[in-house]
C-alpha cells in the first residue's frame, strides 16, 4: 500500500523530547518524515486502527469539526482530543459506540476498546454533559 508505514519502518523512526500526549504516558512522541513532533509515542502509534485518520494535536480544539462528526453529516479529521469530545457528545445525546464507529471511524466496541482511555473519558464527558443540561433545564 503507499504511503503506508510497517511496524520495523517505525521502530527506526527518531523520537523527540517531547513527551507522549497521551494521558499518563511517559515515552517520547516520534519524529514525522519532515523532523517535526508528531503526537504521541511509539507504543501509542500501533495499533490504533484511527491513526490514519488523525490529525497532529496543535493545542487547539475544533468545535465546528466537532459538531459535524457527531452529528456524521461529513467525515472529518480530528485530533484524539477531539475525537473523545465527539464520542462523549454522541453518548450523551443517547447514541451508541456503535454510533461513535460510524460517524468517528474509530474501533470502540471490542471488549478491549470498551475498556479503553478513550471510551472512559468520552463517558466522563458525556456524563458531565448530560448533569449540565439537567442542571440547565431545572434552572429554567
Known amino acids: ?17 517531547r513527551r507522549c500526549g497521551y494521558p499518563a504516558c511517559d515515552g517520547k512522541a516520534l519524529m514525522d518524515e519532515e523532523g517535526f513532533a508528531t ?6 502509534s500501533l495499533g490504533n486502527s484511527d491513526t490514519d485518520n488523525n490529525i497532529p494535536n496543535d493545542g487547539i480544539i ?9 452529528e456524521g453529516s461529513r467525515p472529518v479529521r480530528l485530533t484524539w482530543v477531539e475525537k473523545d469530545i465527539a464520542l462523549g457528545y454522541i ?37 458531565h454533559l448530560v448533569s449540565t443540561r439537567n442542571r440547565e433545564r431545572a434552572d429554567a
Open 39 to 44: 503526537d504521541c509515542c511509539y507504543r501509542h
Open 1 to 17: 500500500m503507499p504511503g503506508s508505514t510497517d511496524r520495523k519502518a517505525l521502530r527506526r523512526r527518531e523520537v523527540s523530547d
Open 91 to 127: 453518548l450523551a445525546a443517547g447514541g451508541t459506540l456503535a454510533d461513535g464507529e460510524r460517524h468517528l471511524g474509530i474501533k470502540v466496541q471490542g471488549v478491549r476498546q470498551r475498556n479503553s482511555r478513550r471510551v472512559k473519558a468520552a463517558e466522563r464527558i458525556a456524563a
Open 62 to 70: 475544533d468545535w465546528t469539526a466537532i459538531e459535524v462528526a457527531y
